[in-house]
C-alpha cells in the first residue's frame, strides 16, 4: 500500500506578491514627497523664468524709447509676452514726479521745478516690471525689495549734468496669455528746461558754479532709484520713506579761498592724501557792543556725515583774552567711545573789549594738542594714542579728521556761538582750501521727452 504524500505549504509565492507591493508603494510615497516639495519650487523656477522674459523684453523696450526720444526714430513697437500677467500704461501723474532744485550759495540763487514720469507696468501675483524714467525696475513683492535692471538715461562725471527725462503719457491696458505689442510714438521735440534763458536768466551754460543740483523722486521704486544714485561717483541718496520719495544728491565742490564768516561753512570731499588741507583759519573780531570781548563760553564749529561728527570746540579758559581748543571726533557705527584732545596752549586773543580779534590757525604745525579722553584711540592705528602722554599738533588733528569726516559726501561745518555769541561775523572771516575731488557742475543739461505710449 503507497504512501500518501502531504501537499507542501510554501510562503514564496504570497512573498513576491507582499514584496512588489511594498516597493510600489515605496514608489508612490516618494513620487508623492518629491511633487509636494519640488512642485512649488519648480513653479517659482516657472515664474522666475517668465519674469526674466519680461525683463529682457522691457530692456529691448527702454533701448526703443531711447531711440524715439532721441529722434532715431518717431515710432517703435515692442513684443511682450503676458503669460497670464497684466500690461499697463499709467500715463503722467502724482504717482511718480521728479522735482529738481538747482543752488547756488554764492549768489544765493535757487530754483525749483518738476516733471510728471508716468509708467510701463507689467504685473503677475505680487511681481511688479515696470519702466519709468528711462530705467527699467524690478519689485519682488512680498518676497523682496525692488531692484533697478536697467539704469535711467542720469549722465554726471563731476563738470557735466545730463538728464533727459522720459515722460509717458497715455492710459491703456492688456492682459491674457498671448502676446502683446507696445507702441511708443514721440515728435522728436524734447522740451529744454536747461539751459534756457527765456525760463529764467539763471538758466544758461556754463553754469556760475552751482553749488549742488538735489533731485527729489517720488516713486514706487524709489528705493531702486536711491540704490542706483549711491553707486555712482559724484551722487548720494537719502529716502524720504513716509512719502516713498528718494533725494538725489549731484554734490558739487564748495568754493574756496577766504570770505566772511557765515554760520555754515560747506567742504568738498578731500583728497586722501596725507595733509589735504592746506587751510582753515578764522579771523573773529568782536561785536561792537560786546564790552567782554572775543570771550565765548562755548563756540562750536561741527561737522556730521553718516555716524560721524568732528567738533571744534573753542572757550575762554584759565583767564580772559585767550582761547582754549577742545577737538573730539565720534563715531556710533564704531561705538559709544569718542577721542578728544585738549590745547596744551592757548590762541590770544588781542586788544581790549569790543576792539579785540584773534587769529585762530586750525594747521598751525607748532599749536599742540594731548589726548583727554578716557575711551581708547579707534581712529588711529592701535597703540598709536596713550592718554595724557601723546601730543600731536592741530594740525595732525586737522588733516586725519577732515579725511574721515568728508570720506564719504561733502560736508557742512555748522557754527554754534553758544549762550551769547561775541562774533562779529559781518567783519569775520575763514580761510579755507585744500585738494578736492574737482566736482563742479559747469554744464547741466536737463529736457523733458514726451511719449505717447499704448499697448494693443
Not at 65 to 75: D, F, R
Not at 146 to 173: A, D, K, R, W
Not at 205 to 232: C, E, G, R
Not at 240 to 258: A, R, S, V, W
Request: hydrophobic share 30%; proline share 4%; net charge negative.
Amino acid at each position: 500500500m503507497g504512501t500518501k504524500q502531504r501537499p507542501f505549504n510554501s510562503c514564496k509565492a504570497v512573498s513576491s506578491v507582499i514584496g512588489l507591493l511594498l516597493m510600489y508603494t515605496l514608489a508612490i510615497i516618494a513620487i508623492g514627497i518629491i511633487v509636494t516639495y519640488n512642485v512649488p519650487v519648480l513653479n517659482d523656477m516657472q515664474d522666475s523664468a517668465k519674469a526674466q522674459k519680461v525683463e529682457q523684453a522691457f530692456t529691448v523696450l527702454d533701448s526703443r524709447i531711447s531711440k524715439v526720444a532721441l529722434g532715431e526714430s518717431p515710432l517703435q513697437t515692442t513684443s511682450v509676452s503676458l503669460m497670464g500677467g497684466e500690461i499697463n500704461v499709467n500715463g503722467a501723474s502724482e504717482k511718480g514726479i521728479m522735482t529738481f532744485y538747482i543752488i547756488n550759495q554764492t549768489t544765493n540763487y535757487t530754483e525749483t521745478f518738476n516733471c510728471s514720469l508716468g509708467t510701463v507696468e507689467y504685473i503677475k501675483d505680487d511681481r511688479t516690471i515696470a519702466y519709468e524714467g528711462g530705467g527699467i525696475w524690478s519689485d519682488y513683492g512680498a518676497k523682496g525689495g525692488t531692484v533697478m535692471v536697467s539704469p535711467p538715461e542720469f549722465h554726471y562725471n563731476g563738470v557735466t549734468l545730463t538728464l533727459p527725462i522720459m515722460t509717458i503719457n497715455g492710459n491703456s491696458s492688456a492682459t491674457g496669455t498671448g502676446n502683446t505689442a507696445i507702441n511708443v510714438i514721440s515728435d522728436n521735440q524734447p522740451y529744454v528746461l536747461y539751459p534756457n534763458a527765456s525760463l529764467s536768466a539763471n538758466r544758461t551754460n556754463p553754469t556760475d558754479h552751482l553749488d549742488q543740483v538735489i533731485v527729489h523722486i517720488k516713486s514706487d521704486y524709489y528705493k531702486a532709484w536711491a540704490n542706483y544714485a549711491n553707486s555712482m561717483t559724484y551722487t548720494s541718496a537719502t529716502l524720504d520713506d513716509q512719502n516713498k520719495t528718494t533725494i538725489i544728491y549731484f554734490n558739487t565742490e564748495p568754493p574756496m579761498g577766504t570770505y566772511q564768516l557765515t554760520n555754515k561753512i560747506r567742504v568738498g570731499q578731500v583728497c586722501q592724501i596725507e595733509e589735504p588741507v592746506s587751510d582753515f583759519n578764522f579771523y573773529f573780531e568782536a561785536e561792537d557792543t560786546n564790552a567782554n570781548g572775543l570771550n565765548p563760553d562755548n563756540y562750536e564749529i561741527e561737522a556730521t556725515s553718516g555716524s560721524r561728527t568732528f567738533t571744534y570746540n573753542l572757550q575762554k579758559k584759565g583767564g580772559a583774552d585767550q582761547l582754549y581748543l577742545l577737538v573730539t571726533y565720534e563715531d556710533t557705527d564704531v561705538g559709544s567711545d569718542e577721542e578728544q584732545w585738549e590745547s596744551i596752549i592757548n590762541y590770544p586773543v588781542s586788544d581790549k573789549k569790543e576792539d579785540q580779534y584773534a587769529t585762530v590757525d586750525l594747521l598751525n604745525d607748532s599749536f599742540m594738542m594731548k589726548y583727554v579722553s578716557n575711551d581708547p584711540e579707534f581712529s588711529w592705528p592701535t597703540d598709536t594714542i596713550v592718554k595724557g602722554n601723546t601730543s600731536f599738533s592741530v594740525n595732525d588733528l586737522t588733516q586725519h579728521y577732515f579725511k574721515l569726516i568728508t570720506e564719504d559726501k561733502p560736508v557742512n561745518f555748522y557754527i554754534d556761538g553758544g549762550k551769547s555769541d561775541p562774533v562779529d561775523y559781518s567783519k569775520s572771516t575763514v580761510t579755507i582750501n585744500y585738494c578736492g575731488l574737482g566736482n563742479y557742475i559747469n554744464y547741466l543739461h536737463i529736457t523733458q521727452n514726451e511719449l505717447e505710449v499704448t499697448v494693443d
